[in-house]
Protein backbone atom coordinates (compact mmCIF):
# COMPACT_ATOMS: atom_id res chain seq x y z
CA UNK A 1 0.00 0.00 0.00
CA UNK A 2 2.94 2.00 -0.13
CA UNK A 3 3.08 3.24 3.47
CA UNK A 4 6.66 3.66 3.74
CA UNK A 5 6.42 7.04 2.33
CA UNK A 6 4.68 8.15 5.47
CA UNK A 7 8.30 7.73 7.19
CA UNK A 8 9.32 10.62 4.92
CA UNK A 9 7.05 12.87 7.53
CA UNK A 10 8.81 11.33 10.05
CA UNK A 11 11.82 13.92 11.55
CA UNK A 12 15.09 12.77 12.09
CA UNK A 13 14.73 14.27 15.65
CA UNK A 14 12.22 11.36 16.08
CA UNK A 15 13.84 9.00 14.94
CA UNK A 16 16.82 9.33 17.04
CA UNK A 17 15.20 9.23 20.12
CA UNK A 18 13.46 5.85 18.90
CA UNK A 19 16.92 4.25 17.50
CA UNK A 20 18.35 5.78 20.83
CA UNK A 21 15.90 4.48 23.09
CA UNK A 22 15.72 0.93 21.56
CA UNK A 23 19.63 0.21 21.24
CA UNK A 24 19.14 1.07 25.20
CA UNK A 25 16.57 -1.68 25.10
CA UNK A 26 18.88 -4.24 23.60
CA UNK A 27 21.28 -3.23 26.29
CA UNK A 28 18.84 -3.42 29.41
CA UNK A 29 17.57 -7.06 28.40
CA UNK A 30 21.01 -8.21 28.50
CA UNK A 31 21.89 -7.05 31.70
CA UNK A 32 20.64 -10.33 33.60
CA UNK A 33 22.64 -12.60 30.89
CA UNK A 34 25.78 -10.47 31.45
CA UNK A 35 25.74 -10.05 35.32
CA UNK A 36 23.33 -12.82 36.34
CA UNK A 37 21.15 -10.60 37.91
CA UNK A 38 17.23 -9.87 37.23
CA UNK A 39 16.12 -6.19 37.29
CA UNK A 40 12.78 -6.13 38.73
CA UNK A 41 11.54 -2.70 36.86
CA UNK A 42 9.58 -3.19 33.87
CA UNK A 43 11.08 -0.35 31.83
CA UNK A 44 14.41 0.12 30.13
CA UNK A 45 15.85 3.20 32.55
CA UNK A 46 14.65 1.64 35.33
CA UNK A 47 16.19 -1.86 34.38
CA UNK A 48 19.87 0.35 34.61
CA UNK A 49 19.05 1.81 37.84
CA UNK A 50 17.78 -1.41 39.34
CA UNK A 51 20.71 -3.19 37.96
CA UNK A 52 23.35 -0.51 39.57
CA UNK A 53 21.74 -0.14 42.93
CA UNK A 54 22.12 -3.97 43.24
CA UNK A 55 25.74 -4.37 41.72
CA UNK A 56 26.77 -6.73 44.99
CA UNK A 57 23.87 -9.04 43.77
CA UNK A 58 25.55 -9.79 40.41
CA UNK A 59 27.09 -13.04 40.30
CA UNK A 60 30.96 -13.57 39.70
CA UNK A 61 31.15 -16.11 36.63
CA UNK A 62 28.62 -14.51 34.59
CA UNK A 63 30.50 -11.46 35.24
CA UNK A 64 33.99 -12.44 34.07
CA UNK A 65 32.25 -14.60 31.21
CA UNK A 66 30.63 -11.16 30.20
CA UNK A 67 33.91 -9.33 30.56
CA UNK A 68 35.95 -11.80 28.94
CA UNK A 69 34.15 -12.03 26.34
CA UNK A 70 33.88 -7.81 25.66
CA UNK A 71 38.13 -8.12 26.07
CA UNK A 72 38.31 -11.04 23.60
CA UNK A 73 35.84 -9.33 20.91
CA UNK A 74 38.44 -6.15 21.60
CA UNK A 75 41.80 -7.69 21.07
CA UNK A 76 40.73 -9.08 17.65
CA UNK A 77 38.78 -5.42 16.58
CA UNK A 78 42.24 -4.27 16.58
CA UNK A 79 43.72 -6.99 14.00
CA UNK A 80 42.57 -5.79 11.47
CA UNK A 81 42.61 -9.00 8.71
CA UNK A 82 40.22 -10.11 11.60
CA UNK A 83 38.44 -7.46 12.51
CA UNK A 84 35.52 -8.96 10.75
CA UNK A 85 35.43 -11.83 12.54
CA UNK A 86 36.02 -10.32 16.06
CA UNK A 87 32.39 -11.33 17.22
CA UNK A 88 32.34 -14.82 15.88
CA UNK A 89 36.19 -15.33 17.27
CA UNK A 90 34.72 -14.12 20.87
CA UNK A 91 32.08 -16.39 20.89
CA UNK A 92 33.94 -19.24 19.81
CA UNK A 93 36.89 -19.08 22.19
CA UNK A 94 34.90 -17.79 25.30
CA UNK A 95 32.79 -21.02 25.15
CA UNK A 96 34.96 -23.11 24.28
CA UNK A 97 36.81 -22.16 27.74
CA UNK A 98 34.17 -22.22 29.64
CA UNK A 99 32.77 -25.40 28.29
CA UNK A 100 36.33 -26.87 29.73
CA UNK A 101 36.42 -24.99 32.68
CA UNK A 102 33.03 -26.01 33.68
CA UNK A 103 32.01 -22.95 35.28
CA UNK A 104 28.52 -23.71 35.65
CA UNK A 105 27.13 -20.83 33.73
CA UNK A 106 23.62 -20.28 32.16
CA UNK A 107 23.39 -21.89 28.86
CA UNK A 108 21.39 -21.82 25.68
CA UNK A 109 20.37 -25.64 26.40
CA UNK A 110 18.86 -24.51 29.82
CA UNK A 111 16.45 -22.58 28.15
CA UNK A 112 15.57 -24.47 25.01
CA UNK A 113 17.00 -27.73 22.99
CA UNK A 114 18.16 -27.02 19.23
CA UNK A 115 17.57 -30.38 17.20
CA UNK A 116 19.76 -30.82 14.09
CA UNK A 117 16.66 -30.01 12.12
CA UNK A 118 14.43 -27.35 10.30
CA UNK A 119 10.76 -26.69 11.41
CA UNK A 120 8.30 -28.40 9.51
CA UNK A 121 5.21 -27.30 7.70
CA UNK A 122 2.45 -26.46 10.22
CA UNK A 123 -1.00 -25.39 8.90
CA UNK A 124 -2.24 -22.44 10.61
CA UNK A 125 -5.08 -22.38 12.98
CA UNK A 126 -7.06 -20.15 10.74
CA UNK A 127 -10.61 -20.22 13.37
CA UNK A 128 -8.01 -18.17 15.52
CA UNK A 129 -7.39 -15.39 12.88
CA UNK A 130 -10.57 -12.87 14.91
CA UNK A 131 -8.93 -13.09 18.17
CA UNK A 132 -5.07 -12.33 16.75
CA UNK A 133 -5.83 -9.35 14.21
CA UNK A 134 -5.66 -6.31 16.90
CA UNK A 135 -2.13 -8.00 18.22
CA UNK A 136 -1.07 -8.97 14.83
CA UNK A 137 -1.62 -4.98 13.93
CA UNK A 138 0.36 -3.89 17.06
CA UNK A 139 3.07 -6.35 15.75
CA UNK A 140 3.22 -5.41 12.42
CA UNK A 141 3.61 -1.63 13.73
CA UNK A 142 6.31 -2.50 16.00
CA UNK A 143 8.10 -4.33 13.41
CA UNK A 144 7.82 -1.97 10.90
CA UNK A 145 8.83 1.03 13.29
CA UNK A 146 12.09 -0.52 14.03
CA UNK A 147 12.88 -1.51 10.36
CA UNK A 148 12.55 1.82 9.37
CA UNK A 149 14.62 3.14 12.26
CA UNK A 150 17.06 0.72 11.07
CA UNK A 151 16.97 2.42 7.47
CA UNK A 152 17.22 5.88 9.42
CA UNK A 153 20.03 4.86 12.02
CA UNK A 154 22.28 2.91 9.66
CA UNK A 155 22.31 4.01 5.68
CA UNK A 156 23.03 1.65 2.85
CA UNK A 157 27.03 1.21 2.72
CA UNK A 158 27.28 2.14 -0.99
CA UNK A 159 25.10 5.41 -0.74
CA UNK A 160 21.74 4.42 -2.21
CA UNK A 161 18.22 5.67 -0.98
CA UNK A 162 16.04 2.66 1.48
CA UNK A 163 12.69 1.95 -0.28
CA UNK A 164 10.77 1.86 3.18
CA UNK A 165 8.10 0.51 1.55
CA UNK A 166 10.28 -2.19 0.03
CA UNK A 167 11.22 -3.21 3.30
CA UNK A 168 7.51 -3.47 4.33
CA UNK A 169 6.37 -5.50 1.63
CA UNK A 170 9.57 -8.14 2.54
CA UNK A 171 9.03 -8.48 6.18
CA UNK A 172 4.98 -9.02 5.40
CA UNK A 173 6.17 -12.03 2.75
CA UNK A 174 8.57 -12.42 5.72
CA UNK A 175 5.85 -13.34 8.53
CA UNK A 176 3.28 -14.63 6.15
CA UNK A 177 5.48 -17.37 4.87
CA UNK A 178 7.38 -18.05 8.43
CA UNK A 179 3.62 -18.70 10.00
CA UNK A 180 3.73 -21.88 7.83
CA UNK A 181 6.15 -23.50 10.21
CA UNK A 182 5.61 -22.04 13.38
CA UNK A 183 7.69 -18.71 13.26
CA UNK A 184 8.08 -15.97 15.75
CA UNK A 185 7.07 -12.63 14.35
CA UNK A 186 9.98 -11.21 12.32
CA UNK A 187 11.33 -7.60 11.64
CA UNK A 188 14.13 -5.19 11.71
CA UNK A 189 16.68 -5.80 14.25
CA UNK A 190 18.78 -2.93 15.46
CA UNK A 191 21.55 -5.94 17.02
CA UNK A 192 21.88 -8.27 13.66
CA UNK A 193 22.53 -5.20 11.86
CA UNK A 194 25.11 -4.04 14.21
CA UNK A 195 26.55 -7.87 14.13
CA UNK A 196 26.71 -7.25 9.99
CA UNK A 197 27.74 -4.68 9.96
CA UNK A 198 30.88 -4.99 12.15
CA UNK A 199 31.66 -8.03 10.25
CA UNK A 200 31.50 -6.47 6.92
CA UNK A 201 28.33 -6.40 5.43
CA UNK A 202 28.04 -3.95 2.10
CA UNK A 203 24.53 -5.32 0.82
CA UNK A 204 21.10 -6.92 1.77
CA UNK A 205 22.43 -10.17 0.13
CA UNK A 206 24.19 -10.38 4.10
CA UNK A 207 20.74 -11.21 5.27
CA UNK A 208 20.42 -13.54 2.72
CA UNK A 209 23.24 -15.69 3.13
CA UNK A 210 22.81 -15.11 6.73
CA UNK A 211 20.11 -17.28 6.90
CA UNK A 212 21.48 -19.84 4.50
CA UNK A 213 24.37 -19.99 6.84
CA UNK A 214 21.70 -20.67 9.32
CA UNK A 215 19.67 -23.45 8.05
CA UNK A 216 22.86 -25.14 7.65
CA UNK A 217 24.24 -24.87 10.49
CA UNK A 218 21.31 -25.84 12.48
CA UNK A 219 21.14 -28.94 10.21
CA UNK A 220 24.95 -30.01 10.58
CA UNK A 221 25.22 -28.24 14.42
CA UNK A 222 22.55 -27.17 15.70
CA UNK A 223 22.44 -28.90 19.18
CA UNK A 224 25.91 -27.66 19.29
CA UNK A 225 24.69 -24.01 19.87
CA UNK A 226 23.06 -25.50 23.46
CA UNK A 227 26.91 -24.94 24.73
CA UNK A 228 27.20 -21.39 24.11
CA UNK A 229 26.75 -19.62 27.34
CA UNK A 230 24.59 -16.90 28.14
CA UNK A 231 26.48 -14.41 29.35
CA UNK A 232 28.61 -14.83 26.02
CA UNK A 233 25.61 -13.55 24.26
CA UNK A 234 25.21 -10.75 26.70
CA UNK A 235 28.59 -9.63 26.35
CA UNK A 236 28.68 -9.34 22.70
CA UNK A 237 24.73 -7.93 22.84
CA UNK A 238 26.47 -4.82 25.07
CA UNK A 239 29.42 -4.47 22.65
CA UNK A 240 26.74 -4.20 19.86
CA UNK A 241 24.51 -2.30 22.18
CA UNK A 242 26.97 0.52 22.81
CA UNK A 243 28.49 1.09 19.31
CA UNK A 244 24.32 1.89 18.11
CA UNK A 245 24.24 4.26 20.32
CA UNK A 246 27.99 5.87 20.07
CA UNK A 247 26.85 5.47 16.03
CA UNK A 248 23.67 7.98 16.96
CA UNK A 249 25.66 10.77 19.23
CA UNK A 250 26.79 12.65 16.07
CA UNK A 251 23.18 13.11 15.47
CA UNK A 252 21.54 13.68 19.03
CA UNK A 253 24.61 16.47 19.55
CA UNK A 254 23.34 18.00 16.24
CA UNK A 255 20.04 18.24 17.26
CA UNK A 256 20.28 19.30 20.31
CA UNK A 257 22.78 22.17 19.76
CA UNK A 258 20.84 22.65 16.27
CA UNK A 259 16.84 22.90 17.20
CA UNK A 260 15.62 23.05 20.38
CA UNK A 261 12.13 21.93 19.67
CA UNK A 262 13.30 19.26 17.76
CA UNK A 263 15.02 18.81 20.88
CA UNK A 264 12.07 18.51 22.94
CA UNK A 265 10.78 15.96 19.92
CA UNK A 266 13.66 13.61 20.20
CA UNK A 267 13.49 13.38 24.15
CA UNK A 268 10.39 12.97 24.61
CA UNK A 269 10.39 9.88 21.92
CA UNK A 270 13.25 8.67 24.26
CA UNK A 271 11.40 9.06 27.01
CA UNK A 272 8.75 6.76 25.65
CA UNK A 273 10.68 4.28 24.39
CA UNK A 274 12.53 3.78 27.72
CA UNK A 275 9.30 3.71 29.44
CA UNK A 276 6.29 2.38 27.58
CA UNK A 277 5.51 -0.39 25.77
CA UNK A 278 6.97 -0.33 22.21
CA UNK A 279 3.37 0.45 20.42
CA UNK A 280 2.40 3.28 22.67
CA UNK A 281 6.10 4.65 21.91
CA UNK A 282 5.23 4.34 18.51
CA UNK A 283 1.90 6.08 18.41
CA UNK A 284 3.65 8.96 20.94
CA UNK A 285 6.56 9.59 17.97
CA UNK A 286 4.18 9.64 15.41
CA UNK A 287 1.93 12.26 16.92
CA UNK A 288 5.00 14.17 17.96
CA UNK A 289 6.46 14.30 14.57
CA UNK A 290 3.13 15.40 12.90
CA UNK A 291 3.11 18.62 15.49
CA UNK A 292 6.57 18.89 14.49
CA UNK A 293 5.86 19.04 10.77
CA UNK A 294 3.03 21.09 11.55
CA UNK A 295 4.95 23.83 13.45
CA UNK A 296 7.33 23.89 10.76
CA UNK A 297 4.94 24.27 7.83
CA UNK A 298 3.31 27.08 9.91
CA UNK A 299 6.61 28.51 10.75
CA UNK A 300 7.52 28.69 6.86
CA UNK A 301 3.90 29.93 5.79
CA UNK A 302 3.68 33.78 4.97
CA UNK A 303 -0.04 35.81 3.99
CA UNK A 304 0.57 39.17 1.57
CA UNK A 305 -2.04 41.42 1.45
CA UNK A 306 -2.32 43.71 -1.91
CA UNK A 307 -3.63 47.04 -1.36
CA UNK A 308 -5.51 49.48 -3.69
CA UNK A 309 -2.48 51.15 -4.35
CA UNK A 310 -0.90 47.76 -5.82
CA UNK A 311 -3.87 46.75 -7.74
CA UNK A 312 -4.09 50.34 -9.35
CA UNK A 313 -0.55 50.04 -10.76
CA UNK A 314 -0.88 46.37 -11.82
CA UNK A 315 -4.00 47.81 -13.71
CA UNK A 316 -1.71 50.30 -15.17
CA UNK A 317 0.61 47.91 -16.61
CA UNK A 318 -1.82 46.14 -18.49
Not at 78 to 100: D, H, Q, S
Not at 223 to 235: C, D, Q
Request: with cysteine; glycine share 12%.
Amino acid sequence: MKFGSIMNFVSNAVMTGFTTGIALQIIAGVIKDATGYKPTSHNTIGKFIDAFAHLDSGQLAPCLVALATVAVWAVFKFVKPLEAFATLIALVVVTVGVTFAHLGVETVGDIASIPNALPPFVAPHFAAIPELLVGGLAGALVGLAQAAGISAAVPNPDGSRPSTSGDFVAQGAANFAGGFFGALPTGGSLSRTGVAISAGAQTRWAGIFAGVWLALLVLVAGSVAELIPMPVIGGLILVIGAALVSGRWADITLVLRAAPLSAVAMVITFAATTQLPLHTAILIGAITSLVLYCVKASGSAKLVRRGSEDRRGLAAGR
